[in-house]
């Protein structure tokens, strides 16, 4: 098992610095670069320049050549792309993110700011879609082939088939506008520095309603159906019939014995749902209730060609995601003793 960690940790580096390599790459040839906007803006503006006061803004005539060098200088495009790359993964290594080129800040700094509104996000989407699914698919795995079978299927298949942008969309316009039942953005309120404890959890629990809900509708659908066959698989299974013949209770043979074999494939994949629920990024339901994460954050920083942000986030969310697969693995053994690595 030692050994097999090793490798593990051992491999993380080359894939890393692969994935690091290929981003970097294709960062290269996509046109309309950090200096590239900043000279589109400056030539935005010099159609709006005015005389005034003695001073003349002249930015109609083009940019200096001299300041072109400066800005270039400024992001670190006046040395060669493998130098550049070489001094990331050196900072990386260092888990120093870099700065970001447009807001003037770390690029950790920038996650730590986003983290509250992920975290919010993350926890009760993963939390709710559990505490729902795992129930329902063992409800359903009991009763399969009934109507509360068929009927819950439907309902959990529309669920899954609704994307949840469009829920959003419908919930802002009908709870958010027409009833006025919730507000339409943000995660707190205005006033929220000057209510006591318990108006700030109401006030935060009643703000997060409706982005919760548009997130979890689909999410538990797959782990509702994952249950429910995991839980047929088991109570199909010779010692589920043997246990019933000496005599033991329905209740005894689902929650004693069938219950920790079905969960088996649930409880592995648990580390990597709640790493997955804080930075994959519900980027459009975000930007539906104007939730300033790091979903909105990343989505930004593509568009901006806010490089050091992309690369600075890509690079730990990367580390994040191959330490995840690696604990989810190691529940396996947790979990089922005979599984074995060697």
């Known amino acids: ?121 993350g926890l009760w989407t993963f939390f709710i879609s559990y505490l729902i699914a795992v129930p329902l698919g063992v409800a359903k795995a009991v009763r399969a082939g009934s109507r509360f079978d068929f009927v819950t299927t439907l309902l959990v298949l529309l669920g899954y088939a609704v994307p949840g942008f469009v829920l959003g969309v419908a919930l802002l316009v009908i709870f958010g506008g027409q009833l006025q039942w919730f507000p339409l953005r943000g995660l ?22 409706m982005p919760i809900t548009a997130m979890v509708l689909g999410s538990f659908a797959v782990t509702a159906m994952l249950t429910k066959n995991a839980f047929l698989e088991e ?27 079905a969960l088996i494939p649930i409880i592995t994949g648990f580390p990597a749902a709640f790493i997955g629920a804080f930075f994959t990024g519900a980027l459009l339901i975000e930007t539906l209730f104007s939730l300033d994460g790091l979903g909105l954050l990343s989505y930004e920083s593509v568009i901006r060609r806010d490089y050091p942000v992309v690369l600075g986030t890509l690079y730990l969310f990367t580390l994040i995601g191959l330490v995840t697969k690696l604990i989810s693995d190691l529940c396996y053994v947790w979990v089922d003793p005979r599984v074995k690595f060697d």
Not at 239 to 258: D, F, S
């Open 1 to 121: 098992m030692l050994s097999y960690v090793l490798k593990r940790l051992l491999l993380m580096a080359p894939t890393l610095l692969g994935v690091l390599l290929i981003t970097f790459a294709i960062i290269q040839f996509v046109p309309g670069g950090p200096v590239e906007q900043y000279l589109a803006e400056a030539r935005a503006g010099a159609g709006q320049g005015t005389e005034g006061g003695g001073m003349s803004y002249r930015g109609s005539q083009g940019v200096d050549p001299k300041r072109i060098a400066e800005i270039k200088a400024l992001y670190g495009f006046d040395k060669p792309a493998p130098e550049r790359f070489a001094k990331m993964v050196g900072q990386f290594a260092r888990f120093d993110l870099g700065r970001s080129f447009f807001q003037n800040k770390d690029v950790g700094q920038l996650i730590f700011e986003k983290l509250p509104v992920s975290i919010s996000l």
């Open 188 to 209: 707190t309120s205005s006033n929220w520095e000057q209510m006591t404890w318990g108006a700030r959890i109401v006030d935060y629990l009643w703000h997060i309603a």
């Open 235 to 261: 109570i199909r299974k010779q010692y589920v019939v043997t246990a019933r013949a000496k005599g033991l209770g329905e209740r005894q043979v689902l929650w004693k014995h069938v219950f920790r074999n």
